[in-house]
């Protein structure tokens, strides 16, 4: 099936500094990858949209200034979190979208990448 | 995009058979029905998907009435490491957006 890896898979950082998360699709190409947010005992929550080659949807109550989102290639899409705060610290989770696939809109989900920001 | 409703969490012992019901009465005519598994600190995996009657695959059968206002997962013989959260989520060839529920917590016992 679909694989899609994400680096790193876990990252401490210092309050004030910027994070990139780096997101890909290992054996599809991916026009559309979504990034999500989850906090401990909660469900996943859609972040952003990412197409490649134009700029990313966010959803309401996301801070575009803040997750900066950059899909330029059609297998790789990273987000950055700038000037991170410990509220930040979460776990970020990717999924691409396979347009080839069988299933109607099957997403295929990254293995996640824990921050935590001190 | 059609809401969904899970029970918050189920238990079952080794063997069993586990049955998972998803409400989605708002469900539209070109939505698909997808469930997902997803372990502690990892990415959801998918599990299977239907749009109407009965998909089977090597992991789970997916049962939906005529009506799709729900959809029963059902996972045979369950085994100890099918402890996890289960989503079942709701949508169409819109794009591919996905918004998740609560999802069903999974918990089998020996």
């Known amino acids: 099936g679909a694989v899609v890896s994400q680096h790193p898979s876990w990252v401490i950082c210092k309050s ?25 005992k909660q469900s996943l929550m859609l972040m952003a949209t990412s197409n490649e080659g134009s700029k990313a949807t966010y959803e309401q109550g996301v801070e575009k200034d803040k997750f900066l989102i950059n899909h330029a290639s059609l297998t790789l899409s990273t987000l950055t979190v700038t000037s991170a705060h410990p509220e930040d610290s ?29 | 995009l059609a809401k969904t409703t899970q029970p918050i969490s189920m238990d079952s012992y080794e063997g069993q058979e586990v049955n998972i019901t998803c409400s989605h009465n708002n469900i539209a005519t070109n939505d698909y029905i997808t469930w997902y598994q997803q372990f ?55 794009g591919g957006k996905l918004i998740f529920g609560q999802g069903t917590e999974l918990s089998v016992k020996p």
């Open chain 1, 16 to 40: 004030g500094t910027s994070v990139k998360i780096e997101c890909r699709s290992l054996d599809f190409q991916a026009t559309t990858m979504f990034w999500y947010r989850q906090f401990p």
């Open chain 1, 90 to 118: 979460s776990f970020y989770i990717c999924s691409a979208r396979d347009p080839l696939a069988g299933f109607t809109d099957t997403q295929y989900f990254g293995p996640g990448t824990r921050l935590t920001v001190l």
């Open chain 2, 40 to 94: 502690p600190s990892q990415g959801p995996r998918f599990i299977i998907q239907g749009y109407k009657t009965k998909v089977t695959n090597e992991v789970a059968s997916l049962f939906i009435p005529a009506d799709r206002k729900s959809s029963t997962l059902s996972l045979p013989r369950v085994s100890l490491s099918d402890t996890a959260v289960y989503y079942c989520l709701v949508g169409g060839n819109q």
